[in-house]
C-alpha cells in the first residue's frame, strides 16, 4: 500500500507553470498564491461523494474530469479565469489502478485550462472528492445572480436534459438504445464547463448561473437574488442531441429540470443580443435565447404559442431529494 | 427536515464585516475575494473524516472549532494572517440538533480571528468536513518548510503529547483519572491555533511548520525540503501538563510523535533568540529551544545528558497507519 506522501508525490505533484500565479504548490503548510493587480479571486468548493454524485462503479478517469469540471464550471458563470485549485478526497485505499486514471482525467482537463493544482489532503475513508477553485476576475466584473434587469433576455448556452436522459436510462424510468445511452452518458460523466464563454459575457450579460440542480432551481436563485420574475418559452429551450428523439412531455420536463447539465443561463438586455451572438461564436458555443426577466416576481412557463404551461418541476435538493 | 437552502440559510449565512477583503460572500456560484495590494494568499484546505478523525460520537461544538482549528493552524504555522474560509461538507441527514452546536463552535472560533466564511457547499453522505482557508502574508515574508538553515535553533511552541495520552486512554493503552483524561482530552477535541505567535514571527523564523502528525514527522519535512538534518534533545521538549505526570518512556514517545498537537515547530538563527523570545511573549505562548539544525542529514536524538537515544517512534500516515 502506498504512504500518503508517497500518493501525493507519485500522482499529484507537478512542477509550477512558468507564468503561475502560484509563489509556492503543493508541499508546505499553505499554498501561495498572488493575485494580479486590479484583480479580485472567484472562490467556489464543490464536494463530490460516492453514491450521491456518481456511481461507486465510476470510472476514474471520467470522475477526475467531472470533479474539476464542476467546479470549473462555477467560474465561467461568473466571468473567472481559472489559475489554479486545492484537492482534498478521502479514499477507502490507496490503490495505483484508481489513482493514476483519476489524477489523468483530472489533469487533462487541468491543463487545458491552465488551472494549477496548489495544495490539498488526502485520507482514508468513504469516496469523498473535495475541490476549491480560484480564478481572477478585473474588479467589479464579475456576472453576479443578483444583477438581472427588467426586460433582460433570457439565454441558455449549449443543451440542456441528455444528462437527465442517461440518469433515466440507469434508473429503469426509460429505455435507451445502448448508443443513445452512451451519447447521454457522456454528457453526465464529462460535462464541458463554458470558461470561453463566461469570459466573452464579461461586459455583455448582467446575471448568470451554471445549470447544475435544473434549469428551473437555478434560474429562480437569479431571480430571487435579483427580486424579479421571469417568463420562459419552454419550446425554446435547446434540447439535447438524444433528448429530441423523447416525446414532448419528456423534453419539456428533463429540459426544464434535468440537472447536471454544467450550462450557463444569463441574462443580457436586449440591446446586446448581437454581442452575445458574436460572444458565443467567439466561444465556438451555441447560446439560445429562451425567455425575458420580467419585474411581475415569479417564474412564468408558456409553450410556443405562447400559452400558460402548468407542469410539475422540481429542483434537486440534496437533503430532500430521493 | 431541512432543505440544503434552507440548511445554509440558516446557520451559515451571515453578513460580511466591515473590513471584509470579501466583495461577495456566501450565495452566488463563487466568492469574490480582494487581497490587500503586495499581499499573497496563503491557502489551505484539510478535509476531516468521521471514524479517522474524530469519534462518530463527536460532541457537533467542539468538532466545529476543531475542524477551522486545524486549517488556522495551517496559517499560523506560515505566519499569514487569516482572511476567510470556505466549507464543505456531507453529513447523512440535516439535523438542527448536529448543525446549530456545530456552527456555534465554528464561529466562534473564526471570530476570535476575524476570518469569514465566504462560500461552501452541502450535501448529503458520510459525515466529512472539509475546509479550506486563506490569510493573507507579505510577498516573500512567508515561514516555508524550506528555508530552515544550518546552526538554527529548534523551537517549539506550547506543549505536547496531551492529545495522544488522551487518545492513549480511549484506546485503553493506559488508564487515566477522569480528570486527566478530561484535561488531556481538551488538548485533542479543541486545539489552539499559534497565529499571534506565527504573525510575530515573520522576519524572525526562518523555517516553520504546524504539529499535527507529531514533531518527529513534521520536523522530517523541515529537514527533506531544506536538505539538512537536526539534533533534538528529547529531554527539553515541553511535555504536556497531564503527561508529564507519565513515566519517561511514556513522555518521550509522546512528545517526539504524538500528533494532534497543532503547536508550531519553528527553526529561528541562535542571533535571534532575544527576539524569539519576546516574540512569543508578545504572542502569549510559550516557547522552548530543544536542539539544533545542522549540514548532516537525519534526526538525531539525545537524551537530557546529550547521550543518543535510539526511540521507535513513527509519524502518522492515514494510509499505512491503523
Known amino acids: 500500500m502506498l504512504s500518503e506522501f508517497n500518493l501525493i ?107 494549477e493544482l496548489i495544495g490539498g489532503d488526502t485520507t482514508k475513508g468513504p469516496l469523498n472528492i473535495c475541490i476549491t477553485i480560484f480564478g481572477e476576475i478585473p474588479a467589479g466584473q464579475a456576472l453576479r445572480r443578483d444583477a438581472a434587469q427588467p426586460d433582460d433576455d433570457i439565454w441558455v448556452s449549449g443543451t440542456l436534459g441528455d444528462a437527465r436522459l442517461a440518469l433515466a436510462a440507469y434508473r429503469h424510468e426509460i429505455m435507451l438504445d445502448d448508443a443513445v445511452l452512451d451519447a447521454a452518458s457522456e454528457r453526465m460523466h464529462t460535462p464541458t464547463p463554458r470558461i470561453a464563454l463566461g469570459l466573452a459575457l464579461r461586459g455583455i450579460a448582467h446575471a448568470a ?3 447544475s ?25 435547446p434540447a439535447g442531441t438524444m433528448l429530441t428523439q423523447q416525446p414532448l412531455d419528456t423534453r419539456r420536463r428533463f429540459t426544464l429540470a434535468g440537472g447536471d447539465d454544467y450550462e450557463l443561463c444569463f441574462t443580457a438586455p436586449v440591446s446586446e443580443r448581437a454581442a452575445v451572438l458574436a460572444a458565443a461564436q467567439a466561444a465556438t458555443t451555441t447560446v439560445t435565447r429562451a ?30 431529494s430521493p
Open 9 to 115: 508525490a507519485q500522482y499529484f505533484t507537478r512542477s509550477l507553470r512558468q507564468d503561475s500565479r502560484a509563489a509556492l504548490g503543493v508541499g508546505d503548510d499553505c499554498a501561495l498564491l498572488t493575485p494580479a493587480p486590479g484583480m479580485q479571486l472567484a472562490i467556489s468548493s464543490d464536494m463530490l461523494v460516492e453514491g450521491r454524485h456518481f456511481f461507486p462503479n465510476a470510472d476514474p478517469k471520467k470522475l477526475g474530469h467531472k470533479c474539476l469540471a464542476v467546479n470549473l464550471s462555477d467560474l465561467a458563470a461568473m466571468g473567472a479565469r481559472p489559475l489554479a485549485f486545492t484537492l482534498a478526497f478521502s479514499l477507502p485505499e490507496a490503490r495505483a489502478e484508481w489513482l493514476a486514471p483519476f489524477s489523468e482525467g483530472l489533469f487533462a482537463l487541468a491543463d487545458q485550462h491552465a488551472c
Open 291 to 320: 425567455g425575458s426577466i420580467g419585474a411581475v416576481p415569479g417564474l412564468r412557463l408558456i409553450d410556443a404559442h405562447g400559452q400558460p404551461l402548468h407542469l410539475q418541476t422540481a429542483s434537486f435538493d440534496h437533503f430532500t
Open 209 to 211: 448561473i451554471d445549470i
Open 213 to 237: 440542480d435544473g434549469l428551473v432551481g437555478d434560474l429562480a436563485h437569479i431571480l430571487e437574488r435579483s427580486n424579479l420574475g421571469a417568463t420562459l418559452n419552454v419550446d425554446a429551450l
